[in-house]
């Protein structure tokens, strides 16, 4: 396997009327993320613990929610909230 992130439920879903720009700032840490899981755990396919809890990360322009699922090499954003506008 190859690691990867995804939306869940699902892109439409989670990233409903988010600004563009925050968006790809939430696709670019999601991506650092995904490194850091692959040489956090080398063989993810072969990891034996429960897994992590829900973690949420700023971004420019607002916030994220993820979890890194080990066993499936995958890093899930499950929600993204833009800043308010001014």
Do not use: K, N
């Not at 992130?5 to 925050?22: I, N, R």
């Not at 993810?44 to 994220?64: F, I």
């Amino acid at each position: 396997m190859t690691w990867s992130w995804e939306y869940l439920p699902s892109e439409q879903h989670v990233t409903a009327g988010a600004p563009a720009e925050f968006l790809a700032s939430v696709e670019q840490r999601a991506s650092e993320l995904v490194r850091a899981a692959e040489a956090l755990y080398l063989d993810g396919t072969s990891y034996q613990g429960s897994g992590e809890p829900m973690r949420y990360l700023d971004v420019a322009g607002g916030l994220l929610a993820y979890y890194v699922v080990p066993r499936l090499e995958l890093v899930v954003i499950c929600q993204v909230t833009p800043s308010p506008a001014p």
